[in-house]
Structures are given as structure tokens and as C-alpha cells.
């Protein structure tokens, strides 16, 4: 009788990883001395033929109850017992303080008279003008519609354009300011949602083939609490598939800078729109670099909060211990606005905190130590070294730091099983087949080597995530932000495991050569291109406001974020 794949993946239950493939039921007949001791390679093991045999008995008893467990339906939204907490024993953590408004005090000057400097004008100075009255919510609405219709399309931004439901709370928003009502500084703000976050009768496809035609049940805490901030939804964004990558089953997700290439991702679609200004900002995620990378590609500010901060109750799990929602802006300013919003506690996340979010824009940054690791800066990127440099013009202290020598690659293990645990019922059913890159790195491939992985090395890497965790702190207690390249020094990696929140800023433009591809994927001729380039700033637990308060000054000294992408202007 023919063995399904279900049934095949199903027997993969040695350790939590696999010595080898065999069906469910009889797997203390199948899985032979010999099959073990071909298999001690992949785990570093060698035991004795005495102990082998050991191992082989009460496989039965195991095997069924793994059959019994795969029978359970477990969805996405179930969380693991487990949960992460960046917050380590014996540490106390700095209390912000909630103000009354996070906007900036600065004058917004007034409302251009060309639709598109409104459209890409940043979100704190619309704010400012709809409260005046100095312009409606739904003419703002309506010149982003426009420009989604126009130019949505070649960016491959958008999976649906919520254009009646916008209209609608964008009328609604101007009525309640006309009363007097202020919800908050998002009130009549259009912005786009990034498709893995729920909103209820309209579709959530997570970016893949096989949740296409997913419509949401039910409203994600994120789209509740913009929604009572008064925002105004205009549309669900692109995800690359299943939160990787810029890739999604309708299309790959353009760079505005330069559309013969791809947005980056996996918040694709969220930093193509706010760098096109089709949008007022968007809301993305990240598990590990997510809201980084597309903003570095896109030449939009992205803030990455701190783990735990802000509620994914709603939103598509990828990787409970290490999912976070952030915004992605065109400002510095911007991304404390939506965060007030954002920011506060969620008993239907597991692994929320109470944590209290603002920012005194009144603090001189010059007050801040900023540390930094001077080898990341030796052959960086002419922006990278122009914000290190603006930070000695502000007078900040510098403080060179460095790194403990650990194996901080260990910990992708996370990612990978975590996401295939969450995307088991894919592997097992060869629904991952349906989606659209099957690479050696792809999601596919990867679920199925994270059957490999042992469950005792997987709590052992869980164990050194603390480590990694306890080692950050020691850097923290020397500064209060440090600035680097994006990628360097595996700050990416290693403040997405710790928990610690990111800004990612425009510092500059850089020249890169690409080879455009034509439709049918030939490669056309050469060309440089000027591109937008991103500079990271890393802060403590909670430590958003220092972030916010230096790099909204780097940025000013830079003066480089208004700059737009030319085809779009």
C-alpha cells in the first residue's frame, strides 16, 4: 500500500528532529539499530549498540501519541505555553511617562498646494493641518486613492484597496473633529496594513497561494486600536509569502526607487506605499528584519519596537517568540505617533507587557552616550559614516564597544522551528508546494530541515538566547543608543532574539549597478542607479524615546529624508 506524505512526515519523532522517515504505525519494527546509527552524524552522537537498542523500545507508545497530537487541531493563533520575556530577573527597566501628545511642537507651515508634496508630506504635519481644519480627511483619503490607482499597480503594493471603507472613515473622522472630538494625532490619517494583520470580512492572504482567499473572522488588537485612534484604513499591503522576502502570489513588490527591482521584505508592500507616498504611513512586522531591510531598500523610517510592546493578537503567527509589529514612515517624528497608539498591554497576546510609551522632544540628544563598534565603520557606506558623524556634531559622548565571541548564528535555529511548528499542517499536507519560491532557503525547504533539528539542541539554543540576552545588557549599561550599519555585527540578529528596539532611518543615497531583468527574465544592459541607504539605531528595553529623540536630530543634520523617488513625485 502506498505511503501518503502525511503519513510519512508524520514518523519524523526522534528527539524532536528525524532519524528517518518512516510511517506512524510499527516504528519499533522500522526504525532499526542501523537507522539510528546512520543518523548519530546529523546530531553529533555516537552511542553504543547496547544503548541503541534501548532507544528502540517504547517507539509504539510514541509514535501514537505523536499521531494523536497531529490530530488536534492547534491554529495559528494558538500560542506555545512557553513565552518569551525580554525582561531579565533583578533588572529594573526606565518607565516612560505618557505625555498628552507625542507630536512634534515644530509649525507644519501650510498645506502645499500640489497634491502630491501633501501626499508625501510627513504624517506629523498632516496631523497637525487636519486638527487646524486646514484640510479634510477625505481629500487626503481621496489624493491617496488617486495615487494608489496611478501607481499602485506597477509596485505591486497593494492585495486589496480598501476604497469604500476608507471614504467612509475618513467622513467620519472630519465629522468628529468638527465636533471638537480628538482622538488622537492619527485622527484622519490614511495608511496601509500589512496583509498579515486581520481585519474582519476582508481578505488577510499572509502573502501565500494557499490562504489566497482567506477572509478574516475577526479585527486584529493593531487595526482596533488604529481604528479607535481614528485612522483611516486605505488598504491591505503586500507581505511577501508567509512573512519572507518581497515575493507574494500576485506579484513580486517594487522598489519605488528603482521598479526593475524588488522591494525587499517581508513588509514589502507597507514601505513600497510610504515610499511612494501612497500612503500617510503603514504598519508592518518583523521577526528578523522585516521592517529593516524593506525600509533600507525603500527609503522609508521604520521602527521596530520592543519585543512584547505591542499586541499581535490578529496578526499571522510566524515565530511566537520573536513576531513584532511596528510602523514604517516617511519621518522620525512619525513613528512616535503611531506608537502611542500602538503601545500598551493585550491579555489575548501571551507575551505582551505593560510598558508606558512617550517621548519629551524638549530633551537635548547631546545628554545621550551613544556607543558604537568602530570596526563596523571602517568600510561602511559614505551615509552610514555621515550619521556617525552627525552624532559628533550634536556632542553626544561616543563610547567605543565590543562584542562578546559567541556563536550568534545559533540562534536562526529559532526562526526555523518555530515557523515550521506554526506552518506544520503545509509540510505534512504538501501545501507548501502551492507557494510561489521553493529555493534551497525558501520556506518549504526550510520547515522541512527544521525536522532535523534535535529538541535538546533547540531548549540548549533557547538557553543561550539568555546568554545572549545577559551579554546586550552589559553593552547597554555602557550607552544609551548605538548607532551601526544595518547589517553589521549581527545587530539585526542579535537585538531581534534579545528583544531590544531598532530605528531604521534614511542617512543618505548610494550608487549601486544592477541588471534589470527584462520580463521573460533576460538580463538588459547595466545600470547605476542612486538609491536610498539606511542607518540603524539600537536602544535598551523600552528605550524607544531615546531612539526617537537622536535620530530625529541625526536626521535633521542629514537632511536628506525629503527626498522622493522621481517617477512618483
Given at each position: 500500500m502506498a505511503t501518503t506524505?502525511?503519513?510519512?512526515?508524520?514518523?519524523?519523532?526522534?528527539?524532536g528532529g528525524t532519524l528517518a522517515f518512516l510511517p506512524q504505525a510499527n516504528a519499533q519494527e522500522q526504525l532499526t539499530g542501523d537507522v539510528i546509527q546512520c543518523s548519530e552524524g546529523l546530531f553529533g552522537i555516537d552511542y553504543t549498540e547496547s544503548?541503541?537498542?534501548?532507544?528502540?523500545?517504547?517507539?509504539?507508545?510514541?509514535?501514537?501519541?505523536?499521531?494523536?497530537?497531529r490530530a488536534i487541531d492547534q491554529p495559528n493563533s494558538l500560542q506555545p505555553a512557553t513565552t518569551f520575556d525580554p525582561r531579565l530577573p533583578g533588572v529594573s527597566y526606565e518607565m516612560q511617562h505618557n505625555g498628552p501628545d507625542v507630536a512634534p511642537e515644530t509649525d507644519p507651515g501650510p498645506v502645499p498646494s500640489r497634491e502630491a508634496d501633501i501626499a508625501f508630506s510627513p504624517a506629523w504635519k498632516q496631523s497637525k493641518w487636519l486638527r487646524a481644519g486646514h484640510i479634510s480627511s477625505e481629500r487626503l483619503t481621496r489624493i491617496y486613492l488617486d495615487r494608489i490607482e496611478r501607481f499602485?499597480?506597477?509596485?505591486?503594493?497593494?492585495?486589496?484597496?480598501?476604497?469604500?471603507?476608507?471614504?467612509?472613515?475618513?467622513?467620519?473622522?472630519?465629522?468628529?473633529?468638527?465636533?471638537?472630538?480628538?482622538?488622537?494625532?492619527?485622527?484622519?490619517l490614511p495608511y496601509a496594513l500589512k496583509d498579515i494583520v486581520d481585519v474582519a470580512g476582508i481578505r488577510?492572504?499572509?502573502?501565500?497561494?494557499?490562504?489566497?482567499?482567506?477572509?478574516?473572522?475577526?479585527?486584529?488588537?493593531?487595526?482596533?486600536?488604529?481604528?479607535?485612534?481614528?485612522?483611516?484604513?486605505?488598504?491591505?499591503?503586500?507581505?511577501?509569502?508567509?512573512?519572507?522576502?518581497?515575493?507574494?502570489?500576485?506579484?513580486?513588490?517594487?522598489?519605488?526607487?528603482?521598479?526593475?527591482?524588488g522591494s525587499s521584505g517581508s513588509s514589502a508592500g507597507s514601505a513600497s506605499a510610504v515610499g511612494a507616498g501612497l500612503a500617510s504611513f503603514a504598519i508592518g512586522t518583523e521577526t528578523l528584519g522585516s521592517i529593516v531591510s524593506p525600509s533600507h531598500r525603500c527609503g522609508t523610517t521604520g521602527l521596530r519596537p520592543t519585543f512584547g510592546r505591542v499586541s499581535r493578537a490578529g496578526a499571522m503567527a510566524l515565530c511566537w517568540s520573536l513576531d513584532k509589529i511596528g510602523p514604517l514612515t516617511r519621518s522620525v517624528a512619525d513613528t512616535a505617533l503611531i506608537l502611542e497608539t500602538l503601545n500598551?498591554?493585550?491579555?489575548?497576546?501571551?507575551?505582551?507587557?505593560?510598558?508606558?510609551?512617550?517621548?519629551?522632544?524638549?530633551?537635548?540628544?547631546?545628554?545621550?552616550?551613544?556607543?558604537?563598534?568602530?570596526?563596523?565603520?571602517?568600510?561602511?557606506?559614505?551615509?552610514d559614516r555621515a550619521a556617525l558623524q552627525?552624532?559628533?556634531?550634536?556632542?553626544?559622548?561616543?563610547v567605543e564597544l565590543s562584542l562578546p565571541d559567541l556563536p550568534y548564528g545559533a540562534l536562526g535555529t529559532v526562526v526555523e522551528v518555530e515557523a515550521a511548528a506554526a506552518f506544520e499542517e503545509l509540510t505534512l499536507s504538501g501545501g507548501d508546494d502551492a507557494l510561489r519560491?521553493?529555493?534551497?532557503?525558501?520556506?518549504?525547504?526550510?520547515?522541512?530541515?527544521?525536522?532535523?533539528?534535535?529538541?535538546?539542541?533547540?531548549?540548549?539554543?533557547?538557553?543561550?538566547?539568555?546568554?545572549?540576552?545577559?551579554?546586550?545588557?552589559?553593552?547597554?549599561?555602557?550607552?544609551?543608543?548605538?548607532?551601526?550599519?544595518?547589517?553589521?555585527?549581527?545587530?539585526?540578529?542579535?537585538?531581534?532574539?534579545?528583544?531590544?528596539?531598532?530605528l531604521i532611518f534614511r542617512s543618505g543615497f548610494v550608487e549601486r549597478t544592477l541588471n534589470p531583468l527584462t520580463a521573460s527574465g533576460a538580463a538588459r544592459q547595466e545600470q547605476t542607479h542612486l538609491l536610498p541607504h539606511g542607518t540603524s539605531l539600537w536602544g535598551p528595553l523600552f528605550g524607544e524615546d531615546k531612539l526617537l529623540l537622536l535620530g530625529r536630530e541625526i536626521e535633521s543634520r542629514l537632511d536628506v529624508a525629503s527626498e522622493r523617488p522621481g517617477q512618483f513625485s
Open positions: 506524505r502525511r503519513e510519512i512526515l508524520g514518523g519524523l519523532a526522534v528527539g544503548e541503541v537498542e534501548q532507544m528502540i523500545i517504547g517507539l509504539d507508545d510514541w509514535a501514537e501519541n505523536a499521531a494523536r497530537l499602485g499597480g506597477e509596485l505591486e503594493c497593494f492585495v486589496t484597496v480598501t476604497a469604500e471603507l476608507a471614504i467612509e472613515q475618513a467622513r467620519a473622522a472630519d465629522a468628529a473633529l468638527a465636533r471638537g472630538e480628538y482622538a488622537s494625532p492619527l485622527q484622519g488577510s492572504t499572509w502573502g501565500a497561494t494557499p490562504y489566497q482567499d482567506r477572509i478574516a473572522e475577526s479585527d486584529a488588537a493593531v487595526y482596533q486600536r488604529l481604528r479607535e485612534s481614528g485612522a483611516v484604513l486605505i488598504g491591505k499591503s503586500t507581505s511577501g509569502a508567509i512573512a519572507y522576502n518581497d515575493l507574494w502570489f500576485g506579484g513580486l513588490t517594487r522598489n519605488p526607487w528603482n521598479t526593475d527591482e500598551g498591554y493585550d491579555v489575548a497576546d501571551a507575551s505582551s507587557l505593560e510598558m508606558p510609551f512617550g517621548v519629551d522632544w524638549q530633551t537635548d540628544p547631546a545628554t545621550l552616550k551613544v556607543g558604537y563598534f568602530p570596526g563596523d565603520f571602517e568600510n561602511a557606506a559614505a551615509p552627525a552624532v559628533r556634531d550634536i556632542g553626544c559622548e561616543l519560491w521553493q529555493g534551497p532557503n525558501a520556506w518549504p525547504n526550510t520547515w522541512r530541515r527544521a525536522r532535523l533539528r534535535s529538541a535538546v539542541d533547540y531548549i540548549n539554543v533557547d538557553r543561550f538566547r539568555r546568554t545572549v540576552c545577559e551579554a546586550m545588557a552589559v553593552v547597554f549599561h555602557q550607552c544609551d543608543v548605538i548607532i551601526g550599519p544595518n547589517f553589521a555585527s549581527n545587530m539585526l540578529l542579535i537585538t531581534n532574539f534579545t528583544g531590544h528596539p531598532s
